[in-house]
């Protein structure tokens, strides 16, 4: 079978160029270094302990290692509401364009051309027997895997928001109509005039006892419905506003903010092992404990996501808590204290080594990307310490890091730390260069400036002549001509004697100084915290500044020189770039570029003149680098793609390299994506070319099974 893609566009803009390659914007925010949106709508638990996070941004797994996907690794949407796992360990997806489910390897994407009654799918169950029951914007659908059943009655068409499975399989379902039981044959509805608080049920969760816990948008509603008594029953009459104890049998008790309950809208409920039932509302968290009086309600410890507006709630196999939130992203709570996961997507420096890896130093370790695909490395593989703010690579390709508690040595196998146990003037380390030489020398917070040759150190502080022990930057054209950017002022050191400059006795512009570079006519450029941007050329000093040139920002965190000489600067409102003449900004506010974020703390430039930018929102690239390749899961081969005819005039078809399904992505010689699809399967596909204008175009097609990419170009001839 093949499948034929028709590209349609307004407009192709032609560009004359005398390479195949242009120059792009790219950009990296899926980091997996945090969960990948601080959004979290759903949480699930697999049987290894390895957590899986719904966001509005994808789908994020947690193993001790982020790993994020996204639609690009074939998702259906990016919008993910849920998440449910089988049985068998496959991943069941709810999202905004369909239901998803991923093997570990494979993603399929089931949607109304399958049999799904609306592709905004809420939530997802599985019952006993393995049948899906998919709660969606428009009713209920059931997936046996291979007949798909439809139920539309009215009340179900307007959304179905939870689904919950009893040990004897009738399916509980939550509308804006109450609750639906459903026993396979027969449908029983459950309204406000039968006990529950509000019509409108936003969750459901089932104790070990069958009792039926639903979450409304008035409080939360426990049901008995099988009519047993309860031991000592104690519930709020909410006509007699009162606490009622009583012995007689009673079907239903509510629990409110009138019994401790910290918000009335009750977004998600869920149970541990020890029975204490979770509630997750608009205003935060509350943990109702079972006692002899029935529960008791206990509102949560003050933390950033209790304050925050709960979303999903999951317990974990060790029986940690994890919590899903609208605005903080996920938290995990063991019983005695909390760990938060935000959203972080802020890479504080980056290093191209020797084979043109580039690594980056985040505040959760380092991710290395190898042109293809991306590893994460931190406390689970070997790091001491996960807070990198610097970065260096020797003459033999060894990483060196710098962090908040050591220097960190990585071999390309294992993780070496230097403290000051073994010979470090201070833990905390702010900046990192190599000389000629082949020395590390390393800048601390308050300890001075080090050098190691591999065997000794040797520490340089304000008494040699340093104009301050805390060293933010360090440049260097040899072992005898070292530039310091420190916090009060600027140092050279010529291999024996310190020179430094400070405001106060020179027209260095500030005396905070947290960028420095030396350009190909060995002028010395500087970039300080509020007054921009100084330049040395060993007698004269000039100053650049927003006010007088129209730098983008005067604050200067990072300064990187190109092989034409010309100087770039990242500033914390986005980037400068000066020619000798004139100044010129990028920024993440302009439409012409693609600067990921404008607070810039590190700039490299590979030996393909691509710019690396490090941005507290992602990493950004700029140059020739190849666009539409996704930062998630992307493996070490990469092929080429067999297209017939090549040139082409009407269409040319497209042989896949192998099964599985598969994303394409069509871009012409600027860059600019002129289309891309999802779910290509079989063994070919047909591209018509018939509306496009003559010329080149690439093509970069993902396999969606094992992350495989293959590159090619087709030629448009007419």
């Not at 807070?387 to 196998?413: C, K, M, P, R, Y």
């Not at 201070?426 to 020395?439: G, H, T």
């Not at 810039?600 to 929102?617: E, H, L, Y």
Request: hydrophobic content about 35%; overall charge neutral.
């Amino acid at each position: 079978m093949k499948i034929k893609i028709l590209l349609l566009f307004a407009l192709v803009t032609t560009f004359t160029t005398k390479a195949l390659s242009a120059i792009n914007w790219t950009s990296f925010t899926r980091l997996n270094i945090s969960i990948c949106d601080n959004h979290v709508n759903g949480i699930a638990t697999d049987k290894d302990g390895t957590i899986w996070f719904a966001t509005n941004e994808g789908v994020s797994k947690f193993n001790g290692i982020w790993t994020n996907y996204a639609r690009k690794n074939g998702l259906a949407s990016d919008t993910v509401y849920s998440v449910t796992i089988d049985s068998s360990g496959n991943k069941w997806f709810g999202t905004r364009n369909g239901m998803s489910k991923f093997d570990g390897i494979t993603w399929t994407t089931f949607s109304t051309l399958d049999g799904l009654i609306c592709d905004s799918v809420y939530t997802i169950a599985i019952d006993s027997k393995g049948v899906k029951w998919i709660g969606t914007n428009l009713g209920l659908s059931k997936y046996d895997d291979i007949i798909w059943t439809t139920y539309t009655n009215n009340e179900l068409k307007k959304g179905v928001f939870s689904i919950a499975v009893d040990s004897v399989n009738n399916k509980w379902i939550a509308t804006k109509n109450g609750i639906y039981q459903f026993d396979g044959t027969n449908w029983v509805n459950y309204t406000r005039t039968d006990g529950l608080l509000s019509d409108t049920v936003n969750s459901i969760a089932i104790d070990r006892n069958g009792n039926k816990w639903f979450g409304t948008n008035k409080g939360a509603s426990e049901f008995n419905p099988a009519g047993l008594e309860f031991d000592t029953i104690r519930f709020h009459d909410t006509i007699k506003n009162e606490i009622v104890i009583t012995d007689t049998v009673i079907y239903w008790r509510k629990f409110n903010d009138t019994l401790g309950l910290v918000n009335n809208h009750v977004n998600v409920i869920n149970i541990d092992q020890q029975e204490n039932v979770w509630v997750g509302t608009n205003g935060g968290i509350s943990e109702l404990l079972p006692n002899n009086m029935g529960y008791t309600s206990n509102f949560l410890p003050n933390v950033n996501i209790v304050k925050d507006t709960i979303l999903s709630i999951a317990i974990a196999k060790n029986g940690d808590v994890w919590f899903g939130s609208k605005f903080a992203g996920a938290a995990k709570y063991n019983g005695n204290s909390w760990l938060s996961y935000p959203v972080d997507r802020r890479v504080n420096t980056i290093v191209i080594d020797g084979f043109e890896n580039k690594w980056f130093g985040t505040y959760h370790g380092i991710l290395k990307f190898d042109g293809s695909y991306w590893t994460t490395y931190n406390a689970t593989n070997g790091m001491s310490n996960e807070n990198v703010f610097a970065i260096v690579s020797d003459a033999q390709n060894n990483i060196w890091a710098g962090t908040s508690d050591g220097l960190l040595e990585f071999d390309g196998n294992n993780w070496k730390t230097f403290t000051t146990e073994n010979g470090l003037a201070n833990n905390y380390i702010q900046s990192l260069s190599v000389d000629n030489e082949n020395n590390i020398w390393i800048g601390t917070q308050g300890g001075g400036l080090q050098k190691y040759d591999g065997v000794n150190w040797t520490t340089y502080t304000f008494d040699n002549g340093l104009a301050d022990n805390s060293i933010l930057a360090i440049a260097n054209k040899s072992s005898n001509n070292i530039w310091l950017a420190t916090a009060n002022g600027v140092s050279n050191f010529n291999g024996t004697n310190f020179l430094s400059y400070i405001p106060a006795t020179s027209p260095l512009a500030y005396y905070l100084v947290d960028a420095v570079a030396i350009d190909g006519n060995n002028n010395v450029w500087f970039g300080t915290l509020s007054a921009g941007i100084s330049k040395f050329d060993g007698k004269k000093w000039t100053t650049y500044d927003y006010d007088v040139n129209r730098l983008v920002s005067d604050y200067v965190q990072a300064i990187a020189i190109d092989a034409g000489n010309n100087v770039w600067a990242g500033t914390q409102g986005g980037v400068a770039k000066f020619d000798g003449k004139n100044w010129s900004s990028y920024t993440s506010a302009s439409t012409n570029n693609g600067l990921v974020g404008n607070f810039v703390n590190s700039i490299s430039i590979d030996k393909q003149s691509n710019f690396w930018f490090a941005t507290t929102n992602g990493i950004s690239v700029f140059g020739t680098f190849v666009t539409g390749i996704p930062i998630c899961n992307i493996e070490k081969t990469i092929g080429s793609i067999s297209t017939f005819p090549n040139p082409s005039i009407s269409e040319t078809t497209l042989k896949l390299p192998g099964p599985g399904t598969y994303s394409l992505t069509i871009t012409d010689i600027s860059g600019k994506i002129i289309s891309q699809y999802n779910y290509i399967k079989d063994t070919q596909t047909i591209i018509k070319t018939e509306n496009l204008t003559k010329g080149i175009y690439f093509l970069s097609l993902m396999n969606s099974m094992n992350g495989k990419l293959y590159m090619g170009k087709i030629i448009v001839a007419k």
